[in-house]
């Protein structure tokens, strides 16, 4: 009897350690296929054969961005299996394809490995060109897994006017000058900016642009009339965007009394950085001597 519980129990042991074995290699095959992360439930593949591998992109793949300045997120992809399940632990190579911008530490080609959610990013700097760019990203630079971005450059905040033409010009009292004041605006790259606010100003003699609009001017008469015009007379303006090439003009009728007449150019934003043009009022019997 002693002798059979001795057997009894030694088979008992054997098949606790068999059935110990069976479950501690079904664990280890799960897991070399999929782990499960604890922190948000997302399943992570921990391997995968190259030739199943694929990027998945968590960016847009066509951005509008200021030209020097780093996109506002990084360029992000993830590395996914045939199932689509993310693999973490996978190089992935960001490459600028030509000039027009720089990724981490300047560098026009980075590598990255993903991470525990398979995501593997790359920060963009855009050079001061406008147009597009393009940077690719990929896995050993494998076709099947490349990623392609656009981004396109546009210009950023205006930076400074100059004036083109129209400067120091002279014609009879009264009449339109034969050429407009002209300026342009461009950013801190000397990129032309468009659609942006200039506001010209007369701000010596009386003269009046020639899209000024009377019918805003109010008259009165009377005592309160003559004071809000010799106190209270507000300066002729004439507010004007700029054209595709970063251009704004104004033109100017002289006023009626011979002198210097005097237009004052400022652009939004470079309130300090005024650009100023002048023209002479003839009477008009010099004008024939």
């Known amino acids: 009897f002693k002798f059979f519980n001795r057997r009894l129990e030694r088979v008992f042991e054997v098949?606790?350690?068999?059935?110990?074995?069976?479950?501690m290699t079904s664990v280890l095959s799960l897991s070399d296929f999929a782990l499960e992360d604890s922190s948000n439930g997302i399943e992570v593949a921990s391997s995968g054969t190259p030739s199943e591998i694929r990027l998945r992109s968590l960016s847009e793949k066509k951005q509008l961005?200021?030209?020097?300045?780093?996109?506002?997120?990084?360029?992000?992809?993830?590395?996914?299996n045939s199932q689509g399940i993310?693999?973490?632990?996978?190089?992935?190579?960001?490459?600028?394809?030509?000039?027009?911008?720089f990724l981490v530490d300047k560098q026009t080609r980075y590598t990255v490995t993903s991470n525990k959610k398979g995501q593997a990013e790359a920060s963009f700097l855009l050079t001061g060109e406008v147009g597009k760019r393009t940077v690719v990203a990929s896995v050993n630079d494998n076709e099947h897994t490349k990623l392609e971005f656009q981004i396109n450059g546009?210009?950023?905040p205006p930076a400074k006017m100059v004036s083109v033409s129209g400067n120091h010009q002279s014609a009879v009292t009264g009449q339109l000058l034969s050429k407009p004041f002209v300026v342009a605006l461009t950013d801190a790259f000397g990129n032309p900016v468009k659609d942006s606010a200039v506001l010209f100003t007369i701000t010596k003699g009386s003269g009046r642009f020639a899209?000024?609009?009377?019918?805003?001017?109010?008259?009165s008469g009377g005592i309160t009339g003559i004071f809000k015009k010799k106190f209270l007379a507000q300066k002729v303006t004439f507010e004007t965007y700029t054209d595709a090439k970063g251009v704004a003009e104004a033109s100017l009728v002289l006023g009626p009394l011979p002198g210097v007449n005097e237009v004052?150019?400022?652009?939004?934003?470079?309130?300090?950085?005024?650009?100023?043009f002048d023209a002479m009022a003839q009477a008009e019997e010099e004008v024939t001597v």
């Open 211 to 219: 899209h000024y609009n009377h019918d805003n001017d109010k008259e």
């Open 86 to 101: 993310p693999i973490t632990g996978v190089e992935v190579v960001f490459e600028v394809l030509g000039d027009g911008g």
């Open 15 to 23: 098949a606790d350690n068999l059935r110990m074995r069976l479950f």
């Open 264 to 276: 004052t150019a400022v652009a939004k934003g470079l309130s300090k950085s005024p650009v100023v």
């Open 154 to 156: 546009i210009p950023g």
């Open 65 to 80: 961005s200021t030209v020097g300045r780093h996109l506002q997120r990084p360029l992000t992809v993830q590395t996914v």
